[in-house]
C-alpha cells in the first residue's frame, strides 16, 4: 500500500479523494487527510445561503445540506482525517509532512488543495493586532466566518460590505435578513465588474437600491474607526467622509494559499504551478487541486473548474488513464440574491473587432443581457434580471456548438413568439394564437378585409382568446397591418361589450339604480336595452360580488359550469372536484371518492395540479347522485371564482417547516371557498421559502418566515404566463395574514376587469399603489373592503346541495341526448 | 314547455336528430341542430340572448333565427318551432 496525504480538507481536496475511491483507489493508497478547519469537508458554496437564513432558529437541521462529507465518511472509506490540524512544511525529499500539532506524516503521493483566504487590502484600523481581526470586522470565507458573523449581527444596525462582488452582494444580502441596514463599499465603478460590463454594472446596482441595498461604488474605504474598547464603529472613504457601521464584511477578493508550497521549494506564481495532470512542475510526487491552482496562468475562483480538475487528478494518480488531460475551465457564475438574477459566462465584453456582440438591454425593469460570440461561438453572455435563457447558453458555451443564424434566437424565443419579437418580422404562416391556431396571415387578411381595431380582428379570428397570452403580439400585428390606420376601440375599456362604462362607472350605476339582477341592468344600461349573452358570465359575477345575499339570481345568465356546478369537458361531460381544504384528505373521503368512481364508471381519475382529486367525464345526469354520493362539499374547480389553496406539511412534520402552512391554507380555503371573481385565484401557502407549495407563483400566495412572520405575494403565475408574485406584504399573525389575503382578493374583485388574472391586475395597478391602499389604508377604505368580504363569505352556500332540488327544470338533462357519452378515453 | 327554463335553452331527442330549443328572457322560442359543428359542443348548454347562442366549448356564436355562425364557423340546421297548448313543437322537414 502506498501512502497518500491530502493537506486541505475542503471542496477540492475531498473531492479529489472521492473520485480516487470511486477509481479504486482505496486498494493501493491508504489515505490521510489534513484540515484546518474543524470539521468534515462542507459546502462552502452555502455560506451565502447559511447567511440569509441565518435567523432560523432550526438552522442546524441545515446541517446534513451543509456537510458534503460527514465524519461517517471517513470512517466508513478508511481515511484518516486530522481536523483542526495544519500543515506547515513538506520535506519533499524526506516524504514527509509537519503538520502544526507535531505530528509527521510520510507519504508517496502529496496532494495540496490548500484553497484560498480572504484578502484583507491593507486599511487603517482593520487589525486588533498581528493576527486579529478588529472586533466587528469579518472575512466571508469559513463556516467559522459565517457563525461568527451571524453571531456579532444580532441587535446591530448597519453594516459594510467591502467588495462588490458576488461574495460582496451575497454578504450584504445575507446581512440585511439579519435586520441590518446594508452598505455596499466598491472601488471600480461597476459592480461585480469581474464579471459584468459597465452597463450591466449600473443595471445591477438598481435592482440592488431597490432591495434597499445601499450601493457606494467608485470609492476605497481606507479606514476602520472604532471605539473607545477597539470595536468597529464606522469606516472613512477616501475622500475623507466616514459612514456609521456596526460591523464591516471585507470581500474584496480572495488570495491562493500557496505559503506552504512556497516554504517547501515548490514554484509559486499567484497559484501553485501544475502542469495538465495537476501536478507540480517541480515535483512528480505532489500534485495540486482546486482554488490554490495556477493552470497555464489561470487561477479560478469558483467550484465547476475543481470537479474538473479532481477527475483529472484522480484519474491520473490512480492510473486509470494515463493520459488525462486537463486543459482548463470555462468560467460561468450566477448570482444567489434572492430577487436579483444574474447569470454571466466567459467573456464580458468584446475583445476583437470581429467579435459579434448582441445586447438588450431595458434598465426600467431591471433586465440587461448581452451575449458574444467569436468565430459562431458563443464566448461569453450576461443575463441580468431575466436569466430563463441561461440553460441553452451554458451548453451553448460549455460544448461549443452551433449558434442560430438569428442570433437574437439565443437570447428569446422566436418558436412561441412573444410580444417582444417585432411582430413585421414574422412569418406569414407563423402561428400567432397556439390556442386556436390563427396564423400572422389570417390576422392581416382580416384586417384587409376591413376590420379596423384589434378587438375587432380578434372577434372575428378568435385569435388571444384562448389563453389569452398572443394579445399583446396580436396587437401588434394587427397594429403593423393597418400602418397608422389602428382605430382605438374605446369598447377595450367596457367592462362588458354592449355597456359603454368601464367597471367603476358601471359599478356606480348599479348601486345608484340599484340593478340587482342581469335582466335589469341590461334594460336599464345595455345601448339597445338588449341582454347580450357574452356580457352575462361577466355580469352576474359582478353583480354576485357587489350584492352579496341580495342578488337575484337568474340562472341563465351564468355560464354552463355555474349552473351545473362542475366544469364541462371536451365531449360535453363534466369534471367533478370535491372540497378536499389545503389538500388535506382522509381515508373516509377516498374510500368514499373510490366507490363513486366504481359506481358511475368514472373514466379518469386524476390528482390535479391544485392538490385535488378530479373525477372526469361524468355524464351531467348523474352529477346530483354523484354529489350525493360523495357527501362532501363543492371544491370550486369550474368557476371564475376562488379555486384552491395548496399547501405543503409545514410546521407540523417538515423539518424545515416555519410555521404552519396546511392549517392556515385550510382556514383560507374554508373562509373564502367558492368567491367569484373576474377571473380565477389559485393561492398557496408554504411553511418556510423552500416554497413546496410554489407560493411564489399563485394570485395569492404565503410563505412562513423566521419569527412566526408570513409573506404574503400576489400577482404570481404559472400557467400561460409565468410571473413570480410581488411581496405585498410581511405580517405578524396567521389572522392578519387571513385578513390581509381577503382584503386584497376583494380589492382585485371589485376592480379587476373581467377575465383580468391577478398577474396582469398587480402590474397594472402596481406594487407600491396596491401597498398603499391594501396594507397601508392610504384611502381608508381598508374597513369598507373587509366589511364587503365579511358579506360575501356570508352569503356562499354549497352549490352542490342543488343535488337535493335542482334550480331548474331539467338543470341536469343531457345536453346531446343522442350522443353516448363518455366520448372521451377511458383509463 | 315547463321543461325549458326561461333564458336557458335544453335538448331533445326528435327521431334520430338532436334538436336544442332554446327560450329567450324576451319571448321567443327558437330551435337549432343541438350539436356544434366546430368540436361536437353542446349547444343547449351554451349562454344565450336575444339574437344569438354561444357554443360552451370555444364560444363560435349561432344566431337563433337561422342557425348562421357570425363567427366564422359553418351554419347549424335551423327548426321551424312553435309552442300549442304548452306543448312545444317541433317541424323536421327542412
Ligand atoms: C460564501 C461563498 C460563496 C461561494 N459561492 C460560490 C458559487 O456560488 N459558485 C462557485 O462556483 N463558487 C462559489 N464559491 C467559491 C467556492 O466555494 C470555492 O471555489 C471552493 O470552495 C474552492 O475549493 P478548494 O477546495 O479549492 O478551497 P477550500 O474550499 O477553501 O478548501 C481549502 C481547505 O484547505 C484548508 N487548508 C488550507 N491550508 C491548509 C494547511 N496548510 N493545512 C491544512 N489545511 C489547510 C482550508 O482551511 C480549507 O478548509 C463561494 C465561496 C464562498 C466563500
Ligand atoms: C448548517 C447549519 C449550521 C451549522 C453546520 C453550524 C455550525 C456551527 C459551528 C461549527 C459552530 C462553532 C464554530 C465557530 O463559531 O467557528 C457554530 C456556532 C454557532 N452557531 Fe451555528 N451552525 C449552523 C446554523 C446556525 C444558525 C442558523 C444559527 C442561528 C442564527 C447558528 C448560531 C450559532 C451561534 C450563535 C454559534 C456560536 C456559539 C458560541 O460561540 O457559543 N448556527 N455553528
Ligand atoms: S415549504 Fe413546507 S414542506 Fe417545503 S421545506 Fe418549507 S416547510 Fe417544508
Ligand atoms: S365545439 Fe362549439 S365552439 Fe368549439
Given at each position: 500500500m502506498q501512502e497518500l496525504v491530502v493537506v486541505g480538507n475542503g471542496m477540492a481536496g475531498a473531492r479529489a479523494v472521492e473520485e480516487i475511491l470511486t477509481r479504486g483507489g482505496g486498494e493501493t493508497f491508504r489515505i490521510t487527510m489534513f484540515g484546518d478547519e474543524p470539521h468534515g469537508n462542507y459546502n462552502r458554496i452555502l455560506l451565502s445561503e447559511l447567511l440569509a437564513r441565518g435567523a432560523d432558529p432550526d438552522g442546524q437541521l441545515l446541517e446534513e445540506d451543509l456537510?458534503?462529507?460527514?465524519?461517517e465518511w471517513y470512517r466508513e472509506n478508511g481515511i484518516t482525517l486530522h481536523a483542526g490540524v495544519r500543515v506547515v512544511r513538506v520535506d519533499r525529499f524526506a516524504h514527509r509532512v509537519y503538520a502544526d500539532d507535531g505530528s509527521i506524516v510520510r507519504y508517496d503521493k502529496l496532494v495540496l488543495a490548500t484553497g484560498s483566504r480572504s484578502f484583507f487590502p491593507p486599511t487603517e484600523g482593520l487589525w486588533a493586532d498581528n493576527k486579529t481581526l478588529t472586533p466587528g470586522v469579518f472575512g466571508f470565507r469559513t463556516l467559522h466566518d459565517t457563525m461568527a458573523m451571524m453571531r456579532y449581527a444580532r441587535g446591530k444596525q448597519r453594516a459594510a460590505v467591502i467588495g462588490g462582488g458576488l461574495l460582496g452582494l451575497e454578504a450584504a444580502r445575507g446581512l440585511q435578513a439579519h435586520g441590518l441596514a446594508a452598505h455596499v463599499v466598491h472601488a471600480a465603478e461597476g459592480l461585480m465588474n469581474q464579471q459584468l460590463d459597465a452597463q450591466a454594472g449600473r443595471v445591477l446596482r438598481r435592482s440592488l437600491e431597490r432591495l434597499g441595498i445601499t450601493v457606494h461604488t467608485g470609492t476605497r474605504t481606507t479606514a476602520i474607526r472604532r471605539t473607545t474598547d477597539g470595536a468597529v464603529s464606522g469606516v472613512t472613504f477616501t475622500d475623507g467622509t466616514t459612514l456609521d457601521v456596526d460591523m464591516v464584511v471585507v470581500t474584496a477578493g480572495i488570495r491562493p494559499n500557496i505559503g506552504l508550497a512556497m516554504v517547501s521549494g515548490l514554484e509559486t506564481q499567484r497559484g501553485i504551478v501544475v502542469d495538465d495532470q495537476l501536478r507540480s512542475v517541480d515535483d512528480d510526487d505532489i500534485y495540486a487541486v482546486g482554488e490554490c491552482v495556477q493552470h497555464r496562468g489561470e487561477v479560478y475562483g469558483l467550484v465547476a473548474p475543481l470537479w474538473e480538475q479532481a477527475t483529472v487528478l484522480a484519474d491520473h494518480i490512480t492510473g486509470a488513464d494515463p493520459q488525462a488531460a486537463y486543459h482548463g475551465s470555462r468560467l460561468a457564475t450566477k448570482l444567489k440574491v434572492a430577487g436579483v438574477d444574474v447569470a454571466a459566462m466567459g467573456l464580458k465584453e468584446p475583445e476583437r473587432p470581429d467579435d459579434e456582440f448582441v445586447q438588450f438591454s431595458e434598465p426600467g425593469r431591471g433586465i440587461y443581457q448581452t451575449v458574444i460570440i467569436r468565430d459562431g461561438m458563443l464566448v461569453g453572455a450576461t443575463l441580468l434580471g431575466d436569466i430563463s435563457k441561461v440553460a441553452s447558453l451554458t451548453q451553448a458555451f460549455d460544448r461549443r456548438v452551433p449558434l442560430p443564424e438569428e442570433r437574437i434566437r439565443l437570447l428569446f424565443d422566436l418558436g412561441a413568439p412573444t410580444a417582444e419579437v417585432g411582430a413585421a418580422e414574422l412569418a406569414d404562416e407563423a402561428q400567432v394564437c397556439n390556442c386556436n391556431g390563427v396564423s400572422k396571415g389570417q390576422l392581416v387578411a382580416c384586417v384587409r378585409d376591413g376590420q379596423r381595431t384589434v378587438g375587432g380582428v380578434m372577434g372575428a379570428t378568435r385569435a388571444g382568446k384562448g389563453c389569452g397570452s398572443c394579445k399583446g403580439l396580436v396587437a401588434d400585428i394587427v397594429e403593423a397591418a393597418l400602418g397608422g390606420d389602428l382605430e382605438t376601440d374605446p369598447a377595450e375599456a367596457y367592462y362588458v361589450p354592449c355597456i359603454p362604462m368601464d367597471k367603476p362607472t358601471l359599478m356606480t350605476e348599479i348601486r345608484q339604480r340599484g340593478l340587482r339582477s342581469s335582466s335589469a341592468v341590461f334594460a336599464e344600461l345595455a345601448q339597445d336595452g338588449a341582454e347580450h349573452a357574452g356580457s352575462k358570465m361577466a355580469l352576474s359575477s359582478l353583480l354576485r360580488t357587489m350584492w352579496g345575499e341580495q342578488y337575484i339570481d337568474e340562472r341563465d345568465g351564468r355560464f354552463i359550469n355555474d349552473r351545473v356546478h362542475a366544469n364541462i369537458q371536451r365531449d360535453g361531460t363534466f369534471s367533478v372536484v370535491p372540497q378536499i381544504a389545503g389538500g388535506v384528505t382522509t381515508p373516509a373521503q377516498l374510500r368514499r371518492i373510490a366507490e363513486v368512481a366504481e359506481r358511475y364508471n368514472i373514466p379518469l381519475l386524476k390528482l390535479t395540479g391544485g392538490q385535488r382529486i378530479d373525477l372526469l367525464g361524468v355524464r351531467k345526469e348523474d352529477l346530483p347522485r354523484v354529489w350525493a354520493d360523495l357527501d362532501m362539499p363543492s371544491g370550486h374547480a369550474y368557476g371564475k371564482s376562488f379555486r384552491t389553496v395548496k399547501t405543503c406539511v409545514g410546521s407540523d412534520f417538515c423539518r424545515f417547516g416555519l410555521g404552519d402552512s396546511t392549517q392556515l391554507g385550510i382556514d383560507i380555503e374554508q373562509r373564502y371557498k367558492g368567491l367569484e371573481s373576474p377571473a380565477k385565484m389559485k393561492l398557496a401557502v408554504s411553511g418556510c421559502p423552500r416554497n413546496c407549495a410554489e407560493s411564489y407563483v399563485k394570485d395569492v400566495g404565503i410563505v412562513a418566515v423566521e419569527g412566526g412572520r408570513w409573506e404574503i405575494y400576489v400577482g404570481g403565475a404559472a400557467g400561460a404566463t409565468v410571473r413570480k408574485g410581488d411581496l405585498l406584504a410581511t405580517v405578524d399573525s396567521r389572522d392578519e395574514a387571513v385578513t390581509l389575503t381577503g382584503r386584497f382578493m376583494q380589492y382585485y374583485r371589485e376592480n379587476a376587469k373581467w377575465l383580468e388574472r391577478s398577474y396582469d391586475f398587480v402590474p397594472r395597478i402596481g406594487l407600491t399603489e396596491l401597498r398603499a391602499i391594501v396594507v397601508e389604508d392610504r384611502d381608508g377604505i381598508a374597513g369598507r373592503l373587509d366589511e364587503a368580504m365579511q358579506d360575501s363569505v356570508d352569503a356562499y352556500y354549497d352549490p352542490w346541495q342543488e343535488h337535493r332540488h335542482p334550480a331548474t327544470p331539467g338543470q341536469f338533462r343531457d345536453a346531446l341526448p343522442l350522443v353516448q357519452l363518455p366520448k372521451v378515453p377511458i383509463r | 314547455m315547463d321543461q325549458i327554463p326561461v333564458g336557458e335553452g335544453r335538448a331533445f331527442a326528435v327521431g334520430d336528430e338532436q334538436v336544442a330549443v332554446f327560450r329567450p328572457r324576451g319571448g321567443g322560442l327558437h330551435a337549432l341542430q343541438a350539436v356544434c359543428p366546430h368540436r361536437g359542443g353542446p349547444l343547449a348548454d351554451g349562454l344565450i340572448d336575444a339574437a344569438q347562442v354561444v357554443c360552451p366549448l370555444h364560444n363560435h356564436a349561432f344566431r337563433l333565427s337561422d342557425g348562421r355562425c357570425t363567427t366564422g364557423e359553418r351554419s347549424v340546421q335551423a327548426y321551424q318551432v312553435a309552442v300549442e297548448d304548452g306543448e312545444v313543437v317541433l317541424r323536421l322537414t327542412r
Open positions: 456537510f458534503l462529507n460527514p465524519w | -
